[in-house]
């Protein structure tokens, strides 16, 4: 069975305490995460955040209640935080940058629907 290779990446970015739930819910709703970290602005990690691929790009924020709350707990005591989000992309699932060809259907009035 072959193994379709995904190309990982990170995005970093620094935000403030009460930013820092809005953050993170924005990355999992987004779906392709692999994990979160949240660091301190000299780079301690105070939560890591692994994510099940598969989870992370089907479940409801409903899932990630008790996670959210943790995040806001380290937002709480924290002005200021790097989070760190790995991030996959799988190359069979390439995006759409709207300049492909799509087909379209038209129904002609004249024939009767089957």
Do not use: C, W
Not at 51 to 70: S, T, Y
Not at 74 to 100: C, F, H, L
């Amino acid at each position: 069975m072959a193994m379709a290779h995904n190309r990982n990446f990170t995005e970093e970015a620094y935000v403030l305490g009460n930013q820092l739930v809005d953050k993170v819910k924005e990355a999992i709703e987004e779906g392709n995460v692999r994990r979160i970290l949240i660091q301190d602005p000299q780079g301690k990690t105070l939560l890591e955040i692994p994510l099940n691929i598969g989870v992370a790009a089907g479940a409801g924020l409903l899932f990630f209640a008790p996670l959210l709350a943790g995040v806001a707990g380290v937002a709480a005591v924290v002005s200021r935080a790097k989070v760190v989000i790995e991030r996959y992309e799988d190359p069979a699932a390439k995006k759409s940058t709207g300049n492909e060809p799509r087909p379209i259907q038209i129904e002609d009035e004249d024939d009767p629907p089957t």
